[in-house]
Structure formats: structure tokens, C-alpha cells
């Protein structure tokens, strides 16, 4: 049943694409512009273009991923621990008063603080993604009933066994949804971070080929940008079927 379900969405998902290419191709047509050159004309250029648009594919997916387990890494134990109303009284005031900065205006900083290497792209990313999950990780291990934690200690359990297999399971259907959003995130940022003092990753194949008029590499890279979201996404919908058995 469930594999049938999958060949079907997988089925829905090629004829959204198909339409999304004819209505892409009509609209070339009749604006008969440069800037809008026709799908296929873009799929030529993105196989021509393969190596050079894999290299810089690479340093993306790189840059995206170590954002992810940076944030992941930070974000996970301080949402989680803020159950604890010690800890919460640390995490609490610190997401309410530094979530709502735009925190993409701080790349110049990193760059001045970090260099202009992947480090400050990287850290930059993992800051915005970290807020993200923190907020979804706290709020999920927030809303796990008492009533399951009561169960769980009458037959003994810990304060470890508690998180163990009630808090985290609980909550972990949220924390992957959370990161599933962050990757769309996770992109859109890395173009902005690919778009200043680097001379690699698609972001800056995006800018460097629309200063040059080159609207079908132009296009190519943005379609590569979307392979590797998602591509990113369909990893973390396969991680949450593995984890989250349940659901």
C-alpha cells in the first residue's frame, strides 16, 4: 500500500514537472525574449555545462550541509533541554530577543570576523537555520503530555530514559519537519552568502553569468541551485520514513 502510494506521488511529481516545462516553453514563445530562453535550450546548456556546473554544485551542497549539522547540532540539545525550566530560562530569552533580527545582514560582519572563506558563508547559513530549529525543537518538547512522562517514571525510568524514549521520539517528527523547511532556507540564503567574495558555488555562477548576459548558464546554475534543494529536501523525507517508523 504504502509503495503504491509513493509510485503514485512519484507519478504526480513528473506531471507537475511536465507542466511546469509547458508553461515554461509558452511563456518563452510568446515573450520571444533573451532573458527567457526556451526549456530546452536550458537543458542543452545544464548537460554542456555539466563539469563545470558539478564542481560548483559540490562546493554548495558542502556549504549547505555543514550549515545543517552545525545548526542541528546547536539547535537540537537547546530546544530539547528547555523543558527544563533552568534551561529555559537561558534559551527562552535568547531566541525571543535575537530571532526577529534579520540575520542575513551579518555576513559583512563574519566576513570580517572569519575571512572570506566557507566558514563565514557556513556560519552565517547555520545561524538563520539554528533559530528555525530551535524554535520548532523547544516548542514540540514542550507540548509532549506530562501524562506519557508519568508513565514512563512509575515503571522506574530516569530522567535519561525519559528523554530517551519519550521527549526526543515524540518530538522528533516536528524536529525533521523543521529541518525539511530549513533546506529550502538553507538555499535561498546560501545564494545571497555565494553572491559576495567568492569566486565558487552556483550563487556566484547565477550572478556572474547574469552580469555577463549569459541568460542560458544563468538559468542552468538556478536549475542546478534546485536540484540540490531538493535533492536535500527527498534526503530528509527518506531520513524521517527511517526514524520516525511510526508515523
Known amino acids: 500500500m504504502q509503495g503504491d502510494k509513493r509510485d503514485n506521488r512519484g507519478w504526480?511529481?513528473?506531471g507537475t514537472l511536465v507542466v511546469l516545462l509547458a508553461l515554461w516553453k509558452i511563456l518563452s514563445s510568446l515573450?520571444?525574449?533573451?532573458?527567457?530562453?526556451?526549456?530546452?535550450?536550458v537543458i542543452?546548456?545544464?548537460?554542456?555545462?555539466?563539469?563545470e556546473l558539478s564542481r560548483h554544485s559540490a562546493v554548495s551542497l558542502l556549504r549547505v550541509v555543514y550549515a545543517l549539522l552545525l545548526a542541528f547540532s546547536l539547535a537540537f540539545p537547546a530546544g530539547i533541554l528547555s523543558r527544563e525550566e533552568v534551561v529555559d530560562r537561558v534559551i527562552s530569552p535568547l531566541i525571543y530577543l535575537l530571532y526577529p533580527i534579520p540575520?542575513?545582514?551579518l555576513l559583512p560582519l563574519y566576513i570580517l570576523l572569519f575571512g572570506i572563506g566557507d566558514f563565514s558563508r557556513v556560519a552565517l547559513i547555520a545561524t538563520i537555520l539554528f533559530f528555525q530549529i530551535a524554535v520548532t525543537t523547544r516548542d514540540a518538547a514542550r507540548q509532549v503530555s506530562e501524562y506519557y512522562v508519568y508513565s514512563i517514571k512509575s515503571l522506574?525510568?530516569?530522567?535519561?530514559?525519559?528523554?530517551?524514549?519519550?521527549?526526543v521520539p515524540a518530538a522528533?517528527?516536528?524536529?525533521?519537519t523543521a529541518l525539511r523547511i530549513s533546506v529550502g532556507t538553507a538555499v535561498a540564503v546560501l545564494f545571497f552568502a555565494e553572491s559576495f567574495?567568492?569566486?565558487t558555488g552556483l550563487g556566484y555562477v547565477i550572478l556572474d553569468s547574469w552580469s555577463r548576459a549569459d541568460y542560458e548558464m544563468m538559468y542552468a546554475a538556478i536549475a542546478a541551485m534546485a536540484m540540490l534543494g531538493f535533492s536535500l529536501y527527498v534526503t530528509l523525507e527518506i531520513?524521517?520514513?527511517?526514524?520516525?517508523?511510526?508515523i
Open 172 to 176: 522528533m517528527p516536528k524536529i525533521i
Open 239 to 246: 531520513v524521517e520514513r527511517r526514524v520516525c517508523r511510526w
Open 156 to 167: 522506574g525510568a530516569s530522567k535519561l530514559d525519559v528523554y530517551r524514549h519519550v521527549i
Open 103 to 105: 540575520h542575513i545582514v
Open 44 to 51: 542543452t546548456s545544464l548537460i554542456n555545462s555539466s563539469d
Open 12 to 14: 504526480s511529481y513528473l
Open 197 to 199: 567574495a567568492t569566486n
Open 31 to 41: 515573450l520571444s525574449h533573451p532573458a527567457l530562453p526556451a526549456p530546452e535550450v
